[in-house]
Nanobody, 115 residues
Framework: QVQLVESGGGLVQPGGSLRLSCAAS????????MSWYRQAPGKERDFVAW????????NYADSVKGRFTISRDNAKNTVYLQMNSLKPDDTAVYYC????????WGQGTQVTVSS
């Protein structure tokens, strides 16, 4: 079955950086695009970034363009989200997602940006 496991979240000061990872299993990872979403307390889950199955094509939410970078390693079945210049508004639970017939989510990893 499809499994997505996020890691790498934590507490960071404004202006800091974090790299999130999402390890995938249960499907042919290199055949599917992958996404990152985030959900702040009391808000809906919002799109953050998307990467095509082979990686050359990416797309970002306007709020993270120029600060976040999505990448993938198909040999390791892993997708990453490098987050730089973090702001308090980036505080949320971050989820990776894959549409493999239906949408699958990981359990999420908490990112807190605070001084």
């Amino acid at each position: 079955q499809v499994q997505l496991v996020e890691s790498g979240g934590g507490l960071v000061q404004p202006g800091g950086s974090l790299r999130l990872s999402c390890a995938a299993s249960g499907f042919t990872f290199g055949s599917y695009a992958m996404s990152w979403y985030r959900q702040a307390p009391g808000k809906e889950r919002d799109f953050v970034a998307w990467i095509s199955n082979t990686g050359p094509t990416t797309n970002y939410a306007d709020s993270v363009k120029g600060r976040f970078t999505i990448s993938r390693d198909n040999a390791k079945n892993t997708v990453y989200l490098q987050m730089n210049s973090l702001k308090p508004d980036d505080t949320a639970v971050y989820y990776c997602g894959a549409f493999v017939g239906s949408i699958y989510w990981g359990q999420g990893t908490q990112v807190t940006v605070s001084s």
